[in-house]
């Protein structure tokens, strides 16, 4: 059945693309804040553990409800990890092992990454898509990132 949300096909299929690749970056990070939380080492090893928990926890629900948005309207969700490496805009570094002091620089990046693009796909789910539902959702999304990147800036500072 089609989805009759008062946005057009078009429009609804682009903030899907929109939203996959979102989706895509979300993966990407949780997977690498994963592997952080498993490989911290150091003086500052329970601290960052729990941290590094607490963000792969939040990113999980972002994940999740990303996915949530895209049934809502009205296509199906991407899932696989070949699918998310094609869209996602960060970066993976396999085998490398970083310490923590660089496990929070490249964390940071990649938030501030995510910030970006979320802010392009405000613009563009307003702008070109019509969608204030979209954008809401994306602002919020947004607004977690920003919170974790300035937790993670005060460590560096």
């Not at 057009?8 to 990070?29: F, N, Q």
């Not at 869209?87 to 501030?112: F, N, W």
Request: proline letters at 1%; charged letters at 30%.
């Amino acid at each position: 059945m089609k989805t009759k949300i008062g946005i057009t096909e078009k429009h609804l299929h682009k903030g899907v693309v929109l939203l996959s690749a979102i989706l895509s970056d979300e993966m990407t990070l949780y997977v690498k804040t994963r592997k952080f939380h498993w490989n911290v080492s150091g003086e500052s090893f329970m601290e960052l553990h729990k941290l590094f928990e607490g963000q792969y926890k939040q990113l999980e629900e972002a994940i999740d409800e990303i996915a949530e948005r895209i049934g809502k309207l009205g296509e199906k969700t991407i899932g696989t990890m070949t699918e998310f490496s094609k869209l996602t805009s960060i970066k993976e570094h396999p085998g490398k092992h970083s310490s923590s002091k660089d496990m929070l620089k490249e964390l940071l990046q990649d938030h501030e990454t995510v910030i970006v693009e979320l802010r392009k796909g405000i613009d563009d789910c307003i702008e070109k898509n019509k969608d204030a539902g979209t954008a809401d959702f994306l602002t919020g999304l947004m607004e977690q990132h920003e919170t974790i990147a300035w937790v993670l800036r005060r460590y560096l500072n």
